[in-house]
């Protein structure tokens, strides 16, 4: 009688490697590994990640290229939200797991598996992402989850490996690093308390470029479309760009949040090209949207990056905010200039054939010219209207 198949999502790290042992000797389940690449990895490191599941006794092992309906489906919008969770994050991981657990799931339905797992602690916002998205999607599929379920440490994976022939030098990984497309995590025993920060070599990283660059990026009704002037696909920018910029270690900070799960959670990152790409898009959109198109996006897009973050994106409301973010682009095309320093950068301007701060209307600070001076002193008399009420009512502002 032929084992029953489990689809393993996995990337080659302590927790995956345990999971394939344990699924095999423990279960007696034919174990079938799957990583999803969503623009983190180079072929190299990809056949690395292959030829580890192969020695750990896995039946088959494939990789499920995701990067461009990655961006297509998510990464879009959060470019045109501009969307960072608390000011801060540009939810790198957050919108990376919900993508890998689509993924997943339709290949264990396609493969016919009895069985579907995930590598997830029980103390983290992976294992709702990944729990919710197989539910929906393969909900005739049981969920495995080692790790969570045995409530293991570290150091008792090490030690079952160990006694099953896999003797690596794990505690080599200090830091724990999540990288994809849309930015790098950074986890370590510093992001574990509320007052240290990161040391410099936790970052993968480094400094290497001293001297300032200036660069330009291109977009065409909010989508990227040119670095310097030559045109490229969003995700080939997106690539190039962090491959520039992450030499200045820019895009360097600490995210401190609420989890899905009710604590409070702290997460270092590096992401060179979401954060120049959203500053650059905002910037752009700053001179190219009315007032109340800015407001009403920053209300609807911050729900979005909030559904993305809480495992929410199959709610049928981030369509309805998709549209609307597609709506608001069809005027967010020109160049915007961006200046490359030592972990930081900087805006120098945009240009744009829908610039609305069109000096044929007027220069703020220095000369009108669609008004004149008694239109201010009316204008500005309705304007106070309601406070002249309010005083003359209660006799007070």
Same mark, same amino acid.
């Given at each position: 009688?032929?084992?029953?198949k ?22 007696g ?13 180079? =072929? &190299? ?7 580890? !599941?192969?020695? +750990?006794?896995?039946? /088959?092992?494939?990789?499920? *290229? ?6 297509n ?58 729990d919710?998205?197989?539910q ?24 079952y490996?160990?006694k ?14 999540? =990288? &994809? ?7 370590? !025993?510093?992001? +574990?308390?509320?007052? /240290?920060?990161l040391?410099? *070599? ?77 500053k ?28 993305i ?14 549209k ?74």
């Amino acid at each position: 009688m032929n084992p029953e198949k489990v689809v393993l999502a996995f990337s080659g790290g302590l927790d995956t490697s345990f999971c394939v042992k344990y699924l095999t000797h423990e279960k007696g389940l034919e174990v079938h590994s799957a990583i999803v690449n969503t623009g983190g990895f180079s =072929k &190299g490191e990809l056949q690395d990640i292959e030829q580890k !599941a192969f020695s +750990l006794g896995v039946k /088959k092992h494939i990789t499920l *290229e995701e990067t461009d309906s990655f961006y297509n489906q998510i990464v879009k919008y959060l470019i045109y939200g501009n969307v960072l969770r608390n000011n801060t994050y540009p939810l790198s991981v957050s919108a990376e797991r919900i993508h890998q657990a689509m993924a997943i799931a339709e290949y264990a339905k396609e493969i016919d598996a009895s069985y579907i797992a995930h590598g997830s602690t029980g103390a983290g916002n992976d294992q709702v992402r990944f729990d919710l998205v197989f539910q929906l999607i393969a909900p005739d599929i049981e969920i495995l989850t080692p790790i969570r379920e045995l409530g293991l440490s570290r150091q008792e994976e090490i030690d079952y490996l160990a006694k099953h022939g896999v003797s690596t030098s794990w505690e080599k990984a200090k830091y724990s690093i999540n =990288k &994809g497309l849309w930015g790098t995590s950074v986890g370590g !025993a510093e992001t +574990l308390t509320s007052h /240290k920060g990161l040391p410099e *070599e936790a970052y993968p990283s480094q400094l290497n470029v001293q001297d300032p660059m200036a660069i330009r990026l291109s977009f065409t009704k909010g989508e990227l479309s040119a670095l310097d002037g030559k045109q490229m696909e969003p995700v080939a920018i997106i690539q190039q760009l962090e491959s520039v910029a992450s030499k200045y270690a820019i895009g360097r900070d600490v995210h401190v949040g609420d989890t899905i799960i009710g604590i409070k959670g702290r997460v270092g990152f590096e992401a060179a090209a979401p954060s120049i790409i959203i500053k650059a898009h905002h910037t752009l959109e700053k001179h190219t949207l009315s007032k109340w198109q800015l407001h009403w996006k920053d209300q609807l897009a911050n729900w979005y990056g909030m559904f993305i973050h809480e495992a929410k994106y199959f709610d049928p409301c981030m369509r309805d905010i998709e549209k609307f973010l597609d709506s608001t682009q069809r005027n967010v095309t020109g160049d915007v200039f961006i200046e490359l320093y030592p972990y930081r950068f900087s805006i120098a301007g945009i240009q744009s054939p829908h610039d609305l701060m069109n000096p044929e209307f007027g220069s703020y600070g220095e000369e009108n010219k669609s008004w004149s001076g008694e239109d201010v002193k009316g204008f500005t008399k309705i304007l106070a209207n309601p406070m002249h009420i309010f005083k003359q009512v209660n006799g007070e502002l």
